[in-house]
């Protein structure tokens, strides 16, 4: 049985701790992948009452230049103008043919739904995923080495999506996340 890991990063890792490593440049079709993150967020806002986000290039090409890198932790407005939101993942398996996939990164994102509580509204990948003012997103992915803390764990496969307007602003959770 493979050891699968998967991380998500909002706020520190930690013991202060980040993880880089040189990306591998794997050939994918970034049209496929374009699609596969625009219906896999898609579908899921749909279910959250949030219009389709469209797909932007300039937000991919920030994303991916984020990607290429190999380091765990958020941007943190280190892209330029305009700011935007950010979702962050990373997985990694020992099974050889374990790929942490779109589908796979987006549903952790989403996942943290369950988290969600209306009367308490905390910033969360799953805000940033449904927020309804957020109408761009752009998002791109690096097979890392070591990444995750060790060979041991095989590449790592690390997401980024990069969303215009950005969301989880203090004080609009309301009107822009329907649980």
């Known amino acids: 049985m493979a050891l699968r890991l998967a991380l998500i990063f909002l706020g520190a890792l930690p013991f202060g701790r980040v993880f880089a490593t040189p990306a591998l440049f794997v050939t994918r079709d970034p049209t496929n992948d374009a699609e596969q993150y625009l219906d896999t967020h898609n579908k899921f806002r749909a279910s959250h009452g949030a219009e389709p986000l469209v797909w932007d290039d300039e937000l991919a090409r920030k994303a991916q230049t984020w990607a290429n890198r190999c380091v765990f932790e958020h941007s943190h407005g280190r892209l330029g103008d305009p700011q935007t939101g950010e979702n962050i993942a990373a997985g990694a398996g020992t099974d050889s043919n374990y790929d942490y996939n779109i589908p796979d990164c987006v ?36 097979e890392c080495q070591g990444m995750l803390g060790g060979a041991g764990y095989g590449p790592t496969r690390y997401h980024v999506c990069e969303y215009y307007p950005p969301g989880n602003w203090k004080g609009q959770f309301p009107e822009n996340v329907q649980p």
């Open 107 to 142: 549903q952790t994102w989403t996942d943290e739904s369950v988290d969600y509580h209306p009367e308490n509204p905390v910033a969360s990948h799953f805000t940033q995923v449904v927020w309804k003012s957020t109408t761009q997103v752009g998002c791109a992915s690096a």
